[in-house]
């Protein structure tokens, strides 16, 4: 179906959630545009549709073709697109702008993506929907809707399309084959005989030879992040220390040791009691930041697509990830009264 069979197949239905007419004969206002964009995208997910539509130059109630002026050219189309980005979830914007010649006049149809599954699309940092003909704000209901598509998906196990070995890190599935060897010594001899390809499924990084997001976030180039739908970042900074930090992006397995040594972990004497003979300690086990680090990476809610947080105080080590547990507040899985979490909190004295 050419774009002209698909503007006359939606002129001729009843006006719905995923499709809006706007007669826009010379302008529109941004921020409705923006809001448009955020209340289509949700519907279009709800609604399991891959698209929706915003169409100017058209009454919305009689259909009439009015033709609009609206951002002339495509030059100025395209800085729309780019604009639009900049203010909305992981800088979506219009898949395409059509500009069509109907009835001897213009017609401008956007097409918006569906919001990807479990993530609302924003405007602005606020989330809209429709309500009939009406734009409204994304009720409880339709948000949790969204954000629970991907409660049941191993996020981990998804299938990279496009990615092969050759977008892994080298010296990453070198450590990787380490760590496998340290955790089942009797193999040793065996992983040294595998190749690449049979070691990283033996290991279940990869499925029957295909990539997925767990091989990119563990062991991936950093150019190869774009793959996956995640931000990939860890950010260490130090508190109350203004423009002081750093942000390390994948492959993790190699991320998480630069990040240690990032920390200032320094040795320092101590003096048991009853002796006269000092002994000698660091500050911090690296072993302990290290599982901090992998769990930070192991527990993180994906969907979120949000930064794993180290913050380094005076005398304190802080590990941030995003997501929300299943019962009760951090200090109790802490304390040992819950065993399962979602998120990852931690704090190294």
Not at 43 to 61: P, Q, S
Request: glycine share 6%; with cysteine; hydrophobic share 35%.
């Amino acid at each position: 179906m050419n774009i002209y069979e698909t503007f006359d197949k939606l002129r001729y239905h009843h006006e719905n959630e995923v499709v809006e007419f706007k007669k826009a004969e010379n302008n529109f206002d941004f921020d409705d545009l923006g809001k448009y964009f955020s209340a289509l995208s949700n519907e279009a997910n709800l609604r399991d549709k891959d698209f929706a539509w915003l169409i100017f130059g058209v009454h919305d109630k009689t259909r009439e073709i009015l033709g609009t002026s609206y951002k002339n050219g495509m030059k100025s189309l395209q800085k729309l697109k780019q604009d639009l980005s900049q203010h909305t979830t992981d800088n979506n914007t219009f898949r395409e702008i059509y500009e069509l010649e109907v009835e001897g006049k213009r017609v401008l149809m956007f097409q918006i993506p569906a919001a990807p599954r479990g993530i609302p699309m924003a405007w602005q940092g606020h989330f809209y929907a429709r309500r009939g003909e009406s734009l409204v704000a994304l009720d409880m209901n339709k948000y949790e809707e969204i954000r629970s598509q991907t409660v049941n998906e191993d996020w981990s196990k998804q299938i990279v399309e496009g990615a092969t070995i050759a977008d892994l890190d080298e010296e990453a599935i070198k450590k990787a084959r380490e760590g496998y060897k340290e955790h089942y010594p009797k193999q040793k001899a065996d992983v040294d005989g595998w190749s690449d390809e049979v070691f990283l499924n033996k290991a279940k990084i990869t499925i029957d030879g295909k990539i997925t997001n767990t091989a990119i976030l563990l062991l991936g180039k950093p150019e190869s992040l774009h793959y996956i739908n995640y931000i990939g970042e860890i950010v260490w900074r130090l508190a109350d220390k203004d423009n002081v930090g750093q942000v390390f992006t994948i492959p993790f397995l190699l991320t998480t040791t630069e990040v240690m040594h990032k920390i200032r972990n320094y040795p320092f004497k101590l003096f048991p009691k009853n002796s006269f003979l000092p002994g000698e300690g660091m500050k911090y086990d690296s072993e302990v930041i290290l599982e901090a680090l992998h769990n930070c990476i192991a527990h993180q809610n994906y969907a979120e697509d949000a930064r794993i947080i180290v913050i380094e105080r005076e005398n304190e080590l802080e590990f941030r990830n995003s997501g929300g547990f299943y019962d009760g507040t951090y200090e109790d899985y802490i304390r040992g009264w819950r065993i399962r979490s979602a998120r990852y909190y931690c704090l190294i004295h």
